[in-house]
């Protein structure tokens, strides 16, 4: 009896991790091919300027009318 237990033990949660792999793989496969900008909207900038401190970027210009997209 106690061998019959362990085995619909092992089987629950054979079927258990079977799901959640399937689960785990549609989610990974509904990404998207297309790239998107991470900052977001066009960023008009003069006189770029790109800071690094401490493992982090920051980008730095001055604001004009017809600075170029960033």
């Keep these: ?3 019959k237990n362990q085995l619909c ?4 949660y054979l079927s258990a991790a079977v799901i959640i792999f399937q ?3 549609v989610t990974l496969s509904q990404g998207s091919d ?5 900052v977001g909207d066009t960023i008009f900038l ?3 300027y790109v800071l ?3 493992e982090s ?3 730095y210009g001055t604001s004009a ?4 997209k960033a």
């Design 34 to 38: 297309q790239y998107r900008n991470p």
């Design 46 to 48: 003069a006189d770029p």
């Design 1 to 3: 009896m106690k061998h």
């Design 65 to 68: 009318g017809d600075g170029f």
């Design 23 to 25: 689960l785990i793989g």
């Design 52 to 54: 690094l401190h401490e």
């Design 57 to 59: 970027y920051y980008l």
């Design 9 to 12: 033990r092992s089987r629950r």
